[in-house]
């Protein structure tokens, strides 16, 4: 799709509502191994994607294939609107990886290793901005130090500035801040925030749930190489109607008195009892008043929502699998 820039009448290319889109995704490694099993999915364009998925769903080989790391089996994939197949050069220019190892040369200074990197891109001397990109992600008074002074943590945001050299539109992550530490992590989140409202798009993927719930306003969930739900952060939230009810009771008991067995409590050391109830089926008062009935009397209260982690196991255990 061309756009007319109506002062210059140079045709502009529209931007792509899309930035990355999978149709119909299928990989299966020699030997048999069916790692993505049919996956089709769209990452709109200036959001912050999340990923999601337990050990070997899938999530590296669907970024590797992106990447073009990984030859896919079937399906189409879309970078910026080139086709994976059509325009490899094109998809590939269109985005920067951050791989999961710390793979870089030791004794390259980070100001080297972007240099090298924009060399491979070709990007022209002119047009790099080894500095800017340092100073984005932290790094700048480090620019001369070797890669091996360098902490794990920097290490990492010198692998997010490698995979900006060449300014593409989407920037994808796997598993950045496995193995860094909490104020690290804190950093490179917000190198990456900051990313992203400049417009830039992000898909990544991480193990910490917390984590995507945070950062990210739509997310992906796939298990056995299969998509088990794709919505914004906020519905995915609202989608289990799940609270549970933690209560301390007065005294301790063996066993669940008759009134509340329909509740199905769990009984907990320290006088503590669980209740999980769905709200729009059960008010709460009603469970409230099963306990009074049942002659208990309530020394404290508080109930919890559902988070992202309860939902993730609800999509990925084996039951649902
Ligand atoms: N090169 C390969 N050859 C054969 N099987 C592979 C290969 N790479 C990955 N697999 C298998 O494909 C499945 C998906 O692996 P993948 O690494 O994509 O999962 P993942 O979701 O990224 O997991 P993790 O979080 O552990 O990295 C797994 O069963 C894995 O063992």
């Not at 069916?34 to 999915?41: M, N, P, T, V, W």
């Not at 496995?178 to 990313?195: F, P, S, T």
């Not at 008759?258 to 059960?282: C, D, H, N, Q, W």
Request: proline share 5%; with cysteine; net charge neutral.
């Amino acid at each position: 799709m061309v756009q007319t820039n109506s002062r210059s009448a140079a045709p502009v290319p529209a931007l792509p509502d899309a930035a990355l889109s999978a149709d119909g995704l299928v990989k299966v490694y020699r030997g048999g191994k069916r790692a993505l099993d049919g996956i089709s999915l769209s990452v709109p364009r200036g959001s912050f994607f999340g990923l999601l998925g337990p050990n070997g769903a899938g999530k590296s080989t669907f970024i590797n294939i992106l990447a073009g790391l990984v030859l896919k089996s079937s399906g189409t994939v879309r970078v910026w609107d080139r086709d994976l197949d059509r325009d490899p050069r094109g998809a590939k220019a269109a985005i920067g990886v951050v791989p999961q190892e710390l793979n870089l040369d030791a004794f390259f200074t980070p100001r080297e290793l972007l240099d090298v990197q924009a060399g491979m891109y070709g990007v022209p001397k002119s047009e790099r901005r080894t500095m800017e990109i340092l100073d984005i992600v932290g790094l700048a008074d480090k620019a001369d130090s070797y890669a091996r002074t360098l902490s794990g943590g920097m290490r990492r945001r010198l692998l997010v500035a490698k995979a900006m050299v060449h300014n593409p539109p989407i920037l994808v992550l796997d598993e950045p801040t496995a193995g860094v530490d909490i104020e690290l992590r804190q950093h490179l989140w917000e190198a990456i925030r900051g990313m992203n409202e400049q417009g830039t798009t992000i898909l990544l993927t991480t193990h910490y749930l917390e984590e995507a719930e945070q950062l990210c306003d739509r997310i992906a969930i796939i298990n056995q190489g299969r998509l088990a739900a794709l919505d914004t952060t906020a519905n995915l939230l609202k989608r289990i109607d799940g609270k549970a009810l933690l209560v301390t009771l007065d005294r301790d008991l063996d066993a669940v008195p008759t009134a509340l067995i329909p509740f199905a409590p769990e009984l907990r050391a320290g006088r503590k009892m669980v209740i999980r109830y769905r709200p729009s089926a059960v008010p709460v008062g009603r469970i409230l008043d099963a306990i009074t009935a049942a002659g208990l009397s309530i020394a404290d209260l508080t109930t919890e929502e559902t988070d992202l982690e309860d939902i993730f196991l609800q999509l990925t255990s084996s039951r649902s699998a």
